[in-house]
């Protein structure tokens, strides 16, 4: 059985099919956590394939396949979550979309700030920011009442900057890193730690997929180097709080256009 820094916590981990998600859900179990993870149904696959992964290194891990545009699915998630463990102990806020429609190209070339389908844009707002609120506040309260828990909100490099690029999926993410930091003052004399994450671009199928992509895998940032920045919040004492961590690449990982 894994022994580690999360020993006898039950972790939820969002978007865990692959990437950040899956590398953060394998890397809890180690450190000793019982892990449940979820993402679309359409991934359910891929998710059985983390779940067998993190039950190798310890304790059995748990598969909640859920869409996440769907607020009554998210409710019924909730309540099962609720009804097989009690409660959890840390919430991983990773769950990451883009509308295919987002994408400026420059010069009027492609889509633009005023460009794509409304509707898309529901959908990132939902995945990426709407469904981390409804999730905590699900299943907060019951860490409140331990005064205890660990909330860790993936954001990213787009919610420190103006990104022309996806400006859709930026403002959900500056959407997700706002609230992240009022929780984080509203939770603290709770005993809930909250952790806002902004990652650069990570080498995962998301950033591989984007329109605008021309990445250098090798100088991307790892997702495995994102879960090791979401370990951190449990090496420090009880009375000391990660606030946000930004991770960047020491060089650009993108190839400049000439």
């Known amino acids: ?16 099919s692959r990437g950040v998600g899956a590398a953060i859900a394998e890397l809890f179990a180690q450190h000793g956590s019982k892990v449940l993870v979820t993402a679309e149904p359409a991934q359910e696959e891929n998710l059985q394939k983390v779940a067998a992964s993190c039950s190798s290194k310890g304790e059995k891990a748990h598969v909640y396949a859920c869409n996440l545009v769907d607020p009554k699915a998210i409710n019924a998630m909730c309540e099962k979550i609720l009804a097989d463990h009690g409660c959890v102990d840390v919430i991983v806020n ?11 190209q420059g010069d009027n070339k492609g889509q633009g700030p005023f460009d794509g389908d409304p509707d898309e844009w529901d959908r990132v707002m939902m995945v990426n920011l709407m469904s981390a609120l409804r999730i905590t506040r699900w299943l907060g309260p019951k860490m409140a009442e331990k005064e205890a828990g660990f909330i860790i909100n993936i954001a990213s490099i787009e919610a420190t900057i103006g990104y022309p690029s996806a400006p859709t999926y930026s403002a959900s993410k500056w959407g997700l890193r706002g609230w992240s930091k009022g929780i984080f003052e509203g939770l603290k004399s709770k005993g809930i730690k909250c952790v806002t994450i902004n990652p ?3 080498s995962t199928p998301m950033t591989w997929n984007r329109p605008d992509a021309d990445y250098i895998p090798e100088l991307m940032i790892q997702p495995e180097e994102v879960a090791e920045a ?9 009375n000391v709080i990660l606030d946000e961590i930004t991770i960047q690449t020491a060089r650009k990982p993108k190839i400049e256009k000439k």
Not at 94 to 104: E, H, I, K, Q, V
């Open 200 to 202: 650069g671009q990570v």
């Open 230 to 238: 979401a370990l951190l919040a449990f090496k420090l004492g009880d």
């Open 1 to 16: 059985m894994a022994t580690g820094l999360l020993k006898g916590k039950v972790s939820l981990v969002t978007g865990a």
């Open 94 to 104: 990773n769950a990451g979309s883009y509308s295919p429609m987002d994408f400026s």
